[in-house]
Antibody
Framework: QVQLVESGGGLVKPGGSLRLSCAAS????????MTWIRQAPGKGLEWVSY????????YYADSVKGRFTISRDHAKNSLFLQMNSLSVEDTAVYYC?????????????WGKGTTVTVSS | EIVMTQSPATLSVSPGERATLSCRAS??????LAWYQQKLGQAPRLLIY???TRATGIPARFSGSGSGTDFTLTISGLQSEDFAIYYC??????????FGQGTKVEIK
């Protein structure tokens, strides 16, 4: 079945770095745009980053621009988010989500998320 | 950036009753509006896209309507598993994709 599984979250000190991964299965990964979305504790959903199917077009939310880098590896059917210069405001559950083809450009499949905690 | 505003923040409903949730966009998003359900500790699940099309496997008691700037999610005959937080998302003008702040549907 269609599945996204995130990993790589953890506890990191302010100013530190983490690399999140998202393993895709059950669909043709190369056909789909992908995104990262996060949710701070007790808060709503915030779009973080987008990458086109071929990896050529990339966008970031202003809150992470210059600090986060999205990438994908088609050989591994995987999506990544390199997060540098982390601050306490980056503490959140990070979800990997597929941008649907038949559903327009909304996120139609989500992973269960990986938790990032930035604290000294 | 398009701002999405949901109301009310919390909706108290008895099982079996109807729940009506609203979402308003700061400018027209045509019909590029989706609704998600999120239960505690779980990822969001797509319910509705294109403002009114149910996603695969979503029960018929969930319905969406609206276009332009005003949208509604209606849950008819609320069941115990429907008590959750619901978010709207606009995907007409991106980046950024923008979500509403959510409506919590709780048991009355």
């Amino acid at each position: 079945q269609v599945q996204l599984v995130e990993s790589g979250g953890g506890l990191v000190k302010p100013g530190g770095s983490l690399r999140l991964s998202c393993a895709a299965s059950g669909f043709t990964f190369t056909d789909y745009f992908m995104t990262w979305i996060r949710q701070a504790p007790g808060k709503g959903l915030e779009w973080v980053s987008y990458i086109s199917s071929g990896g050529v077009t990339i966008y970031y939310a202003d809150s992470v621009k210059g600090r986060f880098t999205i990438s994908r590896d088609h050989a591994k059917n995987s999506l990544f988010l390199q997060m540098n210069s982390l601050s306490v405001e980056d503490t959140a559950v990070y979800y990997c989500a597929r941008v649907g083809i038949l559903t327009g450009y909304c996120m139609d499949v989500w992973g269960k998320g990986t938790t990032v905690t930035v604290s000294s | 950036e398009i701002v999405m505003t949901q109301s009310p923040a919390t909706l108290s409903v008895s099982p079996g009753e109807r729940a009506t949730l609203s979402c308003r966009a700061s400018q027209s998003v045509s019909s590029d509006l989706a609704w998600y359900q999120q239960k505690l500790g779980q990822a969001p699940r797509l319910l509705i896209y294109g403002a009114s099309t149910r996603a695969t496997g979503i029960p018929a008691r969930f319905s969406g309507s609206g276009s332009g700037t005003d949208f509604t999610l209606t849950i008819s005959g609320l069941q115990s598993e429907d008590f959750a937080i619901y978010y709207c998302l606009q995907y007409n003008n991106w980046p950024p994709w923008t979500f509403g702040q959510g409506t919590k549907v709780e048991i009355k």
